[in-house]
């Protein structure tokens, strides 16, 4: 078709138009262009004739739906032989050529948007176009991918590969491959490729599409393991169809029928089941559809004759439309020697449990409660049969507010083990609280056997040994004790007695020594006394049951002065002289004590004098009350002179066993007796220095002993 031509003046009138155009667009005499053209009253908005007019070529397109055509338009002036100027317009027809590059537009943007990637490459490997799947999937740019080599994204074609693939793909054209590509980020991943070989041009091209085959990779494997484990199953695993003919058998199967695998699939269902016959196969499979699962157990025969149990589990599936029976046989043989040596068992044991000694009751987990169920005569007869109104009921029930017993339940069930507790239960029918040892035992599968020995007796028994060990532990240390304080304290006595008679023998010959001989008299008849008055004490703690040592009101007073006399006459040293000084007291002061407290006072104040240098030995007694955990003490401080006690020694000086340094041992045996006096009349004792931080000064012994009036 030759182009068209019109020519259309300043006033938008048409003054031509050639026959092309005519045959489509008709007469045009007497019209306006935008009536001719456009059907329209007015001038275009976007008609340019006034820039046509002034010189300007416009070349555009334009669509007319009046024939539905696409058309190139040249517009451009056209000077008339009058002088005046015209727009002419040359109309060529583009449609088919818009259609076709219409087509080619789609064809790009299909293939840019498809979901599979797309890669255009040239016999170098390089790539001249890849779509946004391809960017999308190894994670480049399409910038990137335009600047690399199939060898950048596939590792299963190397460079030295390419020339070979690249004749294989000229010869075969198109085809389908499976390979791997490998991602920006490092991920290869498997793909199926279909490879086209295009000539274009005289240029030869590959046009591939990547389908990213993961998850159909991951299907195949998986389906494979599946087929791996159920042809590998201890289990004998069948499928049947319809007609009960098996289509396939597991290794497990072949191997416990005895027979192989092409052999059972040439037979029905009913030659390896005794008890499954054609008549009942219908029904069977019937009931199989409906109930889509059947377990139970049954017989399976081997090719050999051998009949043996299974545990059957028949599952129905469809598949295309057909119908099938999935079987799971498992050969109980075993489980049913087991069972019948179990029930024998169980029989044995019955009879042993009933007739045992021992009170046994049989708990039954069911839920999450244990229920009595059973129990033999000796319980029956220690609960005087009470027990058999209990048959039937929880443990909470019964055991409502011992928790104990119910744990004890629980856990051995769930340890499935023993379990022995020492346990206190009252029984109602005897009236009393009984010791127990509880065994629990886990009896498969679901029961619990406690076993409650009776050991009240034996407890009472362990107790009266106990008590008795216990009396004679007390014996021994109070004979002990009696022989240490009669030791300690006749050892003074001599002493004193000794001193005297050595005095006596110097003034015997002596007239004027009668008065001093008749002191010393004195002093030996006070320590004679002495001694008489300790052996009666000591004999009158003996006769104590127990280390309780009787405790009355004593005058304080009193027994300081007579404790003061005694040292004072021990010590008649005419090199030495004994200072002792006391807080005055101006009324009796009672404490709590008793016959003993004479011992305490004169081994503080003997010990102060016999462990002192001084030429004077001086010792202060002073004397105050003290309040301590709501309890009225009288505090004694006894301070000398004396060598003093390191810090050392101040805590070992009171115990019996002492330091190795032998001028303190013979101060301690006397003072562990004073603490175990001190501490019966519920007091204290301790020792700090004089001068505190300097022990050489001496000490200052401390007695706190409970007021009976205050102070």
């Keep these: 078709m030759e182009d068209g031509v019109y020519i259309v003046n300043q006033s938008h009138d048409v003054t031509y138009v050639n026959p092309s155009l005519i045959s489509v667009f008709g007469p045009f005499e007497g019209k306006k262009c935008y009536e001719y053209f456009h059907d329209r009253q007015n001038a275009c908005g976007w008609c340019e004739i006034n820039d046509i007019l002034d010189g300007k070529i416009r070349r555009w397109e334009w669509y007319s739906p009046k024939n539905q055509k696409s058309y190139d338009i040249v517009d451009s002036p056209l000077r008339n032989l009058d002088g005046s100027i015209s727009k002419l317009v040359i109309f060529r027809d583009i449609t088919e050529r818009k259609h076709t590059e219409e087509i080619l537009r789609f064809t790009q943007f299909s293939i840019d948007k498809t979901a599979d990637a797309a890669f255009w490459m040239g016999p170098d490997a390089r790539f001249i176009y890849v779509n946004e799947a391809a960017s999308r999937s190894l994670g480049y740019s399409r910038k990137e991918l335009l600047s690399m080599t199939v060898h950048d994204i596939d590792p299963d074609f190397p460079v030295e590969a390419w020339s070979d693939h690249w004749k294989e793909v000229r010869e075969r054209g198109s085809f389908t491959i499976e390979s791997r590509h490998r991602s920006k980020s490092g991920r290869i991943f498997p793909v199926e490729l279909t490879i086209n070989f295009l000539m274009f041009e005289g240029k030869e091209y590959n046009c591939a599409f990547a389908h990213d085959i993961t998850e159909r990779k991951m299907t195949q494997e998986s389906l494979k393991l599946s087929q791996i484990s159920v042809n590998s199953s201890s289990i004998g695993i069948f499928w049947l169809d319809e007609n009960a003919n098996f289509f396939y058998v597991n290794e497990a199967a072949c191997r416990d029928l005895e027979y192989t695998r092409e052999e059972l699939l040439l037979i029905a269902v009913f030659d390896i089941s005794p008890r499954l016959s054609e008549e009942i196969w219908p029904n069977l499979w019937k009931e199989l559809k409906i109930a889509k699962k059947l377990n139970y157990e049954t017989f399976h025969r081997s090719r050999t004759g051998r009949i043996f149990p299974v545990d059957l589990t028949i599952n129905y599936l469809e598949f295309s439309g057909k119908g099938y029976a999935v079987g799971f046989a498992k050969d109980i043989t075993e489980r049913k020697q087991v069972e019948k040596e179990l029930s024998e068992s169980q029989i044995r044991f019955k009879a042993l449990f009933k007739g045992g000694a021992v009170p046994s009751y049989t708990w039954q987990k069911i839920g999450e409660a244990f229920i009595l169920v059973d129990y033999n005569i000796a319980a029956d007869v220690l609960t005087l049969g009470d027990i058999k109104n209990y048959l039937g009921f929880k443990a909470s029930e019964m055991y409502r507010e011992r928790s104990d017993l119910k744990e004890d339940l629980k856990q051995c069930f769930e340890e499935k083990s023993i379990l022995i507790r020492e346990r206190k239960f009252n029984f109602n029918t005897l009236k009393e609280n009984r010791d127990l040892i509880i065994t629990y035992s886990f009896v498969p599968p679901e029961l619990v056997l406690a076993q409650a020995e009776d050991i009240t007796e034996r407890k009472k028994a362990e ?150 240098k001084n030429s004077i030995v001086q010792i202060l007694i002073k004397i105050s009350n003290q309040e301590k955990n709501d309890i009225q003490y009288l505090k004694l401080e006894f301070i000398d002179n004396g060598i003093g006690i390191p810090d050392e020694m101040k805590e070992n000086i009171f115990v019996r066993v002492n330091s190795e340094k032998k001028h303190y041992s013979r101060i301690g045996l006397g003072l562990s007796l004073v603490k175990k006096i001190i501490e019966t009349y519920k007091g204290q004792i301790w020792v700090e220095d004089k001068v505190r931080g300097e022990y050489t000064k001496g000490s200052n012994f401390i007695l706190l002993i409970p007021l009976v009036n205050g102070f």
């Design 463 to 612: 107790q009266r040994l106990k008590i008795s060990r216990e009396n004679y532990r007390e014996a021994f240390n109070r004979a002990e004790f009696y022989k240490d304080l009669f030791a300690h304290d006749i050892s003074n006595i001599l002493q004193n007695i000794r001193s005297s008679i050595d005095l006596f023998s110097i003034y015997l010959g002596d007239d004027n020594k009668s008065e001093d001989i008749y002191e010393l008299i004195k002093i030996a008849e006070y320590q004679i006394k002495r001694g008489a008055t300790l052996c009666s004490n000591v004999r009158k703690l003996s006769e104590l049951e127990s280390l309780e040592i009787y405790i009355k009101s004593v005058e304080v007073g009193e027994v300081l002065n007579k404790s003061i006399e005694s040292v004072k006459t021990g010590f008649l040293e005419k090199d030495r002289q004994i200072d002792i000084k006391m807080d005055s007291i101006n009324k009796k002061i009672n404490i709590e004590a008793n016959e003993l407290l004479i011992d305490v006072f004169e081994n503080i104040l003997f010990n102060a004098v016999k462990h002192n």
